[in-house]
T-cell receptor
């Protein structure tokens, strides 16, 4: 039968605008969250992380917000640039070891 | 410092064959995790090795196995390849203790024909 791939949601954003990418995580016991960026032909690249004892963390042009009440994570990218075009994944870690649970990803397309 | 190195970058195999993929972590990192990435299932955790011991395993059949050497380099093996094993196989390196983050390699693209 025909295989059905994951339908990646797409966020189209104009260059210079701010982007917000959302992620719902599954495990209320998760204590560490990471955002990754993946460009075509490359492995996921670390963007920013946050621990469950925080609700906001800022990096260079990026901010991650964590809402544990509704198990929601968001990534804000300020002044989006063409180089920000990629697939963005959130990941959660719920145990003491190395397993990460990844979300399906969001395709970000930056238009001039 | 050098990043995570995965070899080979591309591989084409025939159904029924077996394959071995290699991952060299960042120097000083003792944990190597393996992930399978497909359009249908996204990124799925395979297993994690720390100091030569498997300490976590995902929900994959026994055809998928791995090992880690004393220098922290890791290999994963897939036996009796199926068409559905075609995927990008990624490894992630971390210290494996404390507050650790993960650095991914560029992956090995496996195509099974």
């Amino acid at each position: 039968g025909e295989s059905v791939g994951l339908h990646l949601p797409t966020l189209s954003v104009q260059e210079g605008d701010n982007s917000i990418i959302n992620c719902a995580y599954s495990n209320s016991a998760s204590d560490y969250f990471i955002w990754y960026k993946q460009e075509s032909g490359k492995g996921p690249q670390f963007i920013i992380d946050i621990r469950s004892n925080m609700d906001k963390r800022q990096g260079q042009r990026v901010t991650v917000l964590l809402n544990k009440t509704v198990k929601h994570l968001s990534l804000q990218i300020a002044a989006t640039q063409p180089g920000d075009s990629a697939v963005y994944f959130c990941a959660e870690k719920a145990d003491s070891w190395g397993k990460l649970q990844f979300g399906a990803g969001t395709q970000v397309v930056v238009t001039p | 410092k050098a990043g995570v190195t995965q070899t080979p970058r591309y591989l084409i195999k025939t159904r029924g064959q077996q394959v071995t993929l290699s991952c060299s972590p960042i120097s000083g990192h003792r944990s190597v995790s393996w992930y399978q990435q497909t359009p249908g299932q996204g990124l799925q955790f395979l297993f994690e090795y720390f100091s030569e011991t498997q300490r976590n395993k995902g929900n994959f059949p026994g055809r998928f196995s791995g090992r880690q050497f004393s220098n922290s380099r890791s290999e994963m093996n897939v036996s009796t390849l199926e068409l559905g094993d075609s995927a990008l196989y990624l490894c992630a390196s971390s210290t494996g203790t404390g507050l650790f983050s993960y650095t991914f390699g560029s992956g090995t693209r496996l195509t099974v024909v």
